[in-house]
Every structure is written in structure tokens, then in C-alpha cells.
């Protein structure tokens, strides 16, 4: 059920956007709730820790259950699977800069900027991240996202340094 992300992977069109979201809404919420990161230790380390443990956590799933996936549903790195870009998603989340927050618009858009550019990086799959989807089992199905992840924390952390 963790590989699927609680069953996102199974709906139709595109599964990894579905597995995308709940980082996504979760970042939202937090920001929402007061943990943005916001320029103070406390709601600095609430926001990136609670991102970085869904992120381990959804890892884990992958190493550990991506090989009994992609022999139950008979491919590599199969739609269902979409831990992995739960979990890549949260790295595109990740250490922004304070005024990607200041504001609810600005904190919307940093939230659909890091969604649009980790969809982008993980469906185009540019270097690094498309060798590494041939890592055999669960780390396959892992890497290449975690890769995209970082790729999209680049331009994400690029537009909103100098665009916002």
C-alpha cells in the first residue's frame, strides 16, 4: 500500500502526478498551519524535518517493496508505483529561501513551481536521473526521482532567489 502511496498510484491519468500531490498539499498545509519556513529555527526545522521524514519513509517503501511490485504488476518501475515521486517531491519542497513564503501568493506559487518543474524533471528525466532508473528493483525505481527531486530543488531555488 506504501509503494501505491495509499492506493494514488492505482488512479488514472497519470499516477506519478497523483503521487506528487500529497507533498505538495502537506508543504501547503504546513505553511498554512504557521511551520512555513519562515526565517525561525523552530518552524525551520518543523517544515524541512516533516518533509524529510515523509521523504525517508516513502524511500523506505520503495527499497523495500519495489522488487515485489514490479513483479506483481510484471514491469519496471510500473505507474502503480508512486512512492518515489512522493518522495522526490519532497526534496523540490525543501530550504526555500524565506521570501519564497513571505506571502500566501508568493508561498502558492513556490508550491506550483516546485510541483510543475519536479513533473517536468521526472517525466523528461534528464541527466542523471534517466541512468538511473536502470539501478535494478527498488533503488531503480527510486533514484531516478530522488535525482529529478534535486534537479527540481535547483530551478526551484533559482526562480525563487531572483524572480520572486
Known amino acids: 500500500m506504501m509503494v501505491t502511496t495509499f492506493g494514488l498510484g492505482l488512479l488514472r491519468p497519470a499516477p506519478g502526478t497523483w503521487g506528487s500531490m500529497p507533498s505538495v498539499v502537506l508543504a501547503g498545509v504546513l505553511m498554512a498551519a504557521g511551520a512555513a519556513p519562515d526565517g525561525t529555527i523552530v518552524n525551520w526545522l518543523i517544515y524541512n524535518g516533516v518533509l524529510a521524514a515523509v521523504m525517508v519513509v516513502f524511500s523506505a517503501a520503495c527499497i523495500r517493496y519495489g522488487d515485489a511490485a514490479e513483479a506483481k504488476f510484471g514491469k519496471k518501475d510500473p505507474g502503480q508505483i508512486c512512492a518515489d515521486e512522493t ?72 526562480v525563487t532567489r531572483t524572480a520572486l
Open 87 to 158: 518522495a522526490g517531491q519532497c526534496l523540490a519542497l525543501m530550504f526555500l529561501p524565506l521570501h519564497a513564503v513571505a506571502t500566501p501568493t508568493n508561498a502558492v506559487a513556490t508550491l506550483v513551481l516546485a510541483f510543475v518543474v519536479f513533473r517536468i524533471m521526472d517525466i523528461v528525466k534528464p541527466w542523471p536521473a534517466g541512468r538511473l532508473q536502470s539501478v535494478p528493483g527498488g533503488w531503480g525505481v527510486l533514484l531516478d526521482d530522488l535525482a529529478a527531486g534535486v534537479l527540481a530543488a535547483l530551478v526551484v531555488q533559482l
